[in-house]
């Protein structure tokens, strides 16, 4: 059990109603990550939303040649693992911790019990997904774009 | 009024419970569009919600005057101007149909007033719509990912890598 003072560290839930996260926080988990603690790898199945308190996570990613990129450092407030969430079992990144780190775990299963058993918590996590998605979305689209009016010999 | 079998035919219905096909059933219409038909207008109000049964149909955003870019080609089964189902908003591309098309349309108002009365039916329609968020943006990260593996010397480019990763 994760208090709500706790959970509205978090980006992703600080705006929710207090019964909400006293739900959420019922079935969430608050646990302390070494150094170097794998909590994901990339491909595998990811059964766990993870939040971060403290700390810092890497999210990596190994391209087709074998490369290993770093695409985020993500640091205290934010929310990663969200296939879980979305009943999506296989993860696309690699999350490494680089410090030790408290990070709320709350299980994919967990919350979709949650959420039929109350369909405005889920409605109103969701739209919370859809309009992150949304933006992100938005924004890929107006980068590449501009990036085609920059190189108009891609076209 | 639409066949409940026409609904199951739509990829974000597909697991849905009888009793809400029912209900989308009742206010949803069926309507054939032909080759070049508009159906949503970039930066124009999204009222329908549509999903496609028949046809193709391109995303697409104007670059130029004279060159539009294909966002994405929609096929049957894939669904559409979902941003109708959630507040106003205007639409992010325009939607044209690359062929004939046959199309089941929701509107945006009806369904927002459905989603007050059925809180299973607005959690269900919004965990598809998320899913559909998510794998369009797994898509794009993949692409991405695969274009920096073959073209190293365009990270320099690149300053907000840390978005692919759907952190939030």
Redesign the interface.
């Known amino acids: 059990m994760v208090e709500k003072d706790v959970l509205k560290k978090i980006?992703?839930l600080k705006e929710l109603s207090d019964p909400i996260l006293e739900k959420v926080g019922a079935i969430a988990q608050l646990e302390t990550f070494d150094e170097e603690n794998i909590l994901f790898r990339q491909n595998q199945e990811q059964t766990l939303l993870y939040m971060l308190v403290s700390g810092k996570v890497f999210?990596n990613?190994r391209?087709?040649?074998g490369?290993s990129?770093t695409?985020?450092?993500?640091s205290p407030g934010?929310?990663?693992g969200?296939?879980a969430l979305?009943?999506?079992s296989s993860s696309?990144?690699t999350a490494i911790c680089v410090e030790v780190s408290k990070i709320i775990t709350l299980s994919g299963a967990q919350m979709h019990l949650l959420?039929e058993e109350d369909?405005?918590v889920?409605?109103t996590m969701?739209?919370k997904?859809?309009?992150?998605?949304?933006a992100?979305?938005?924004?890929?689209?107006r980068?590449?774009?501009y990036s085609?009016?920059r190189h108009p010999d891609i076209? | 009024m639409v066949k409940i079998e026409d609904l199951k035919r739509i990829n974000l219905l597909k697991d849905f419970p009888e009793h809400l096909l029912e209900i989308i059933a009742n206010e949803a219409q069926l309507s054939i569009f032909g080759t070049g038909t508009q159906l949503m207008t970039f930066n124009e109000p999204v009222n329908t919600f549509f999903m496609l049964t028949m046809g193709q149909v391109a995303l697409k955003r104007e670059l130029t005057p004279k060159v539009d870019v294909i966002l994405e080609n929609i096929q049957s089964g894939a669904s559409f101007g979902s941003c109708s189902t959630i507040k106003d908003t205007a639409a992010t591309y325009t939607a044209v149909c690359q062929e004939t098309c046959e199309v089941i349309s929701l509107s945006g108002i009806r369904i927002k007033q459905l989603f007050k009365e059925n809180d299973e039916l607005a959690y269900r329609m919004m965990f598809g719509v998320a899913q559909q968020y998510k794998r369009h943006l797994d898509t794009r990260a993949q692409m991405i990912i695969k274009t920096l593996d073959k073209n190293p010397e365009l990270k320099k480019d690149v300053e907000d890598l840390e978005n692919l990763t759907l952190v939030i």
């Open positions: 980006n992703f999210l990613c391209s087709a040649s490369e990129l695409l985020d450092e993500v934010r929310t990663f969200v296939s979305l009943g999506e696309t990144f959420f369909f405005q889920g409605c969701m739209r997904v859809i309009d992150l998605f949304k992100r979305m938005e924004m890929h689209t980068q590449f774009l085609l009016a076209i």
